[in-house]
């Protein structure tokens, strides 16, 4: 009816509207109300866009684009970062960690490091590392083969003194074909099935070879290191058509040694396990053993010590004098693998005794 005001009128057609009325009426006579509520509202985070499956449209003004958000916006539980990793190439590990037995644990791929035997913290030993690869360092005075000149091997030979051999740290096998630590000198004509093929200019380690000319020879020392000779898989193996012999023969836990082999054409060497195909081939086999003085220096104006080969520390032996020296005295092999000296040698004075009257 006419006669309804305005307001009856809103009440009877839109009671759900007109139920806030009063608020509308207060928001559009004052704006900065209205402005104040809109901040209010809080804008969610963009995972809380993803929780909730709604489209940063529907969530955020159009002046302030999803690229905007702040770390602010974000409840502190909400909050991670990526943890910042160092890593310390260190072959100790932290206790509990184990120990690195090869140099790619380690994080060496080239320069001296300690590796552990079959990760045992027991068994360090003092490992070479060369692009990655384990080199055992030995002595070049106690580490040497070559091959004999002259007859089918033409030429001067050569001699091949090791500073490193190549060992692998989960066999034991020493790859005697690896020449990367050695020097070389001379040459020899390469002579292979009954022809000439070029110049051999170094030989393997732990290998006596000869062709008709001079003998070969071979020392291969593991004293002063913490390995030994894996024996009985470890043995002398022979290469050669017509042997003409091999002299001195000789192999201990911590030495081999060859002083002379001839053949037509012919060598002999240290062989593994002749069934094993993997690196090193069948190369000899070494393991863990005590750390051992080798075979010590007389002292000066000394006799020859009466110490064997792969002596072990805590053992000692004696020494005398040489003619016109008096004293002597012992060596002690020591827990770092190394002679120590008690004792000396001195020059004895010469008397001329009680004069005769002239």
């Known amino acids: 009816p006419l006669s309804l005001s305005l307001s009856q009128r809103m009440a009877e057609k839109c009671p ?9 009426v207060v928001l559009l006579l004052h704006p900065g109300i209205l402005v104040a509520a809109w901040g209010a509202i809080p804008t969610p985070h963009r995972g809380a866009q993803d929780e909730l499956g709604l489209a940063a449209a529907e969530w955020l003004p159009q002046d302030r684009p999803l690229e905007a958000v702040q770390a602010e916006d ?38 001296t490091t300690t590796l552990y035997w079959q990760g045992s913290s027991g068994q360090p030993w003092t490992a070479l590392c060369s692009g990655g690869n384990e080199y055992l360092p030995v002595d070049p005075t106690v580490n040497y083969a070559t091959i004999g000149g002259g007859g089918m091997y033409a030429g001067p030979g050569v001699r091949t003194t090791f500073t490193a051999i190549r060992l692998y740290p989960g066999t034991g096998v020493v790859d005697r074909l690896d020449v990367t630590f050695s020097t070389s000198t001379g040459y020899t004509a390469n002579y292979e099935d009954g022809r000439v093929n070029g110049n051999r200019y170094s030989q393997c380690w732990s290998r006596a070879q000869s062709c008709n000319g001079d003998l070969g020879v071979m020392l291969a020392s593991l004293e002063s290191t913490a390995f030994g000779f894996l024996l009985p898989t470890t043995h002398f193996g022979t290469y050669s058509f017509m042997p003409t012999g091999a002299e001195g023969n000789t192999l201990s836990r911590f030495r081999a040694q060859v002083t002379g082999y001839g053949g037509s054409c012919g060598s002999v060497f240290l062989e593994g396990n002749t069934s094993y195909t993997g690196p090193g081939t069948n190369g000899p086999i070494l393991s863990y053993a005590v750390p051992n003085c080798g075979i010590p220096v007389a002292p000066t104006n000394a006799t020859t010590p009466s110490c064997p080969s792969g002596t072990t520390p805590g053992q000692s032996c004696s020494f005398g004098c040489a003619s016109g020296y008096a004293g002597g005295g012992t060596l002690s092999c020591t827990s770092s693998g190394v002679w120590a000296q008690n004792g000396s040698c001195a020059a004895v004075p010469v008397s001329c005794g009680i004069p005769v009257a002239p």
């Open 74 to 111: 974000v409840p502190t539980s909400k909050v991670t970062s990526a943890p910042v990793v160092t890593r310390a190439h260190s072959s100790v590990k932290p206790s509990g960690a184990g120990f690195c037995s090869t140099c790619a644990c380690a994080g060496v791929t080239n320069g």
């Open 16 to 24: 759900a509207l007109w139920g806030w009325a009063p608020v509308m």
